[in-house]
Nanobody, 130 residues
């Protein structure tokens, strides 16, 4: 049973930083596409960033230059380093993943769409005050 467990959310002031973590367990995989999504109240879930086992990463325009996605293969953990946070970054942040036991799984051009992922975490809240 695949589990994705996020941590690292919290409350910070504008301009501050947070690092989110997502620990994956329950699946032996050789390749992956993993991403971070966020959802603010009354808004649709938005793809924030994604990374695949080839090391390729993608970002939504609004976070480019401020957020960095990374993956520690030894720890099976996905990270999102968030710097220069803004009030508009306030949302519930979700980890999402698609795994394959074989090599060759990469993030699709539509990485930002929730349908590209089979597994989801429970979310961690990020609140940025002005």
């Amino acid at each position: 049973q695949v589990q994705l467990v996020e941590s690292g959310g919290g409350s910070v002031q504008s301009g501050g930083s947070l690092r989110l973590s997502c620990a994956a367990s329950g699946y032996t995989y050789s390749s992956y596409c993993m991403g971070w999504f966020r959802q603010a109240p009354g808004k649709e879930r938005e793809g924030v960033a994604a990374i695949d086992s080839d090391g390729s990463s993608s970002y939504v325009d609004s976070v480019k230059g401020r957020f960095t996605i990374s993956h520690d293969n030894a720890k099976n953990t996905l990270y999102l380093q968030m710097n220069s946070l803004k009030p508009e970054d306030t949302a519930m942040y979700y980890c999402a993943a698609d795994f394959s036991p074989q090599s060759g799984l990469f993030c699709a051009p539509s990485w930002y769409h929730p349908r590209e992922y089979n597994y989801w975490g429970q979310g961690t809240q990020v609140t940025v005050s002005s």
